[in-house]
């Protein structure tokens, strides 16, 4: 997805921080608390609400900043040993999932860039009692990891976040081991995205903005050298889904002369969330 003309990539990132290190740090305001305040375990964004079960989560915590599309732990098969590395890891539940997964021998990390996210992650590990995971500062284009030192790439809704997807998945290609795995939940496009839409920062932290059109993350993947890419539809959204995005939406970020019916208009049947699956070459 490219960012039309007139639209501040700095301005987009630094919307995207915010957005997740509010979350944060109010997921970090429950410490001593049994239930959920405001702004916290919000079920009302479609995209994020109801993809795990109580029991499977390993804190109240790293539940309560789940912000993602999908559940990835669920979809990929992990065994002990491996190391994982979760793009975009926020309050760290999908690190922990898979930490007790390639548990006791395994490794997972978790990547963030926001300081609040990686101060709650952590938090969540230590209520969590898991030793085995790992939590770093960085950007999903840059990753502070070897080449070649990761056996499964997953990450939950946070690539279409990105305004420049192809480093994020030559990155992941590198820190792959050959024959490793990437396994991601995100948001696809089914049809393009007028400009005038993409360029709405709202839409962007909504994760729609930024996504990739189904047909253009395939042929992304195979650019950096992924082999067997393929997508698989999870979830599809209802027309109250759409006018209840619409609704998050500021007025003043909506296009000159456009108001919420014209946004229903413009997300109705564009976007779903997805299982992306690839391969690394095994060198033999």
């Known amino acids: 997805m490219t960012i039309p003309t007139g639209t501040d990539e700095s301005d987009v990132q630094e919307a995207v921080r915010q957005r997740y290190a509010a979350s944060a740090r109010a997921s970090l305001q429950l410490v001593d608390s049994s239930c959920c305040g405001t702004g916290c375990c919000d079920t009302s964004d479609p995209v994020t609400a109801g993809l795990y079960t109580g029991t499977e989560t390993p804190s109240e915590g790293a539940l309560s900043a789940s912000l993602g599309c999908g559940?990835?732990?669920?979809?990929?098969?992990?065994?002990?040993?491996?190391?994982?590395?979760?793009?975009?890891?926020?309050?760290?539940?999908?690190?922990?999932?898979?930490?007790r997964r390639v548990a006791p021998d395994g490794l997972a990390y978790g990547?963030?860039?926001?300081?609040?996210?990686?101060?709650?992650?952590?938090?969540?590990r230590l209520e969590a009692g898991i030793t085995n995971a790992t939590f770093l500062k960085g950007t999903i284009e840059n990753v502070p990891l070897p080449s070649a030192s990761i056996d499964v790439v997953i990450s939950n809704c946070v690539i279409n976040l990105s305004t420049d997807k192809d480093a994020v998945l030559r990155e992941a290609f590198r820190v792959l081991r050959p024959g490793g795995r990437f396994a991601v939940s995100d948001?696809?496009?089914?049809?393009?995205?007028?400009?005038?839409?993409?360029?709405?920062?709202g839409l962007w932290t909504g994760c729609i903005a930024g996504a990739l059109v189904d047909t253009d993350y395939l042929d992304k993947l195979r650019a950096a050298g992924f082999v067997n890419p393929e997508i698989e539809l999870t979830r599809t959204y209802t027309d109250q889904d759409v006018h209840d995005m619409a609704?998050?939406?500021?007025?003043?970020?909506l296009p000159e002369g456009a108001d919420?019916?014209?946004?229903?208009?413009?997300?109705h049947g564009t976007f779903a969330s997805a299982f992306i699956r690839a391969d690394k070459p095994d060198r033999s």
Do not use: K
């Open 247 to 253: 609704a998050m939406l500021a007025p003043e970020d």
């Open 111 to 124: 990547l963030d860039m926001t300081d609040d996210m990686l101060t709650l992650a952590e938090r969540n």
């Open 71 to 99: 559940n990835p732990t669920a979809l990929i098969d992990l065994r002990p040993g491996q190391r994982v590395l979760d793009l975009g890891s926020g309050g760290g539940l999908d690190v922990l999932l898979s930490a």
């Open 187 to 201: 948001v696809v496009l089914l049809r393009p995205l007028a400009p005038e839409w993409v360029a709405v920062v």
């Open 260 to 267: 919420r019916a014209a946004a229903v208009s413009a997300l």
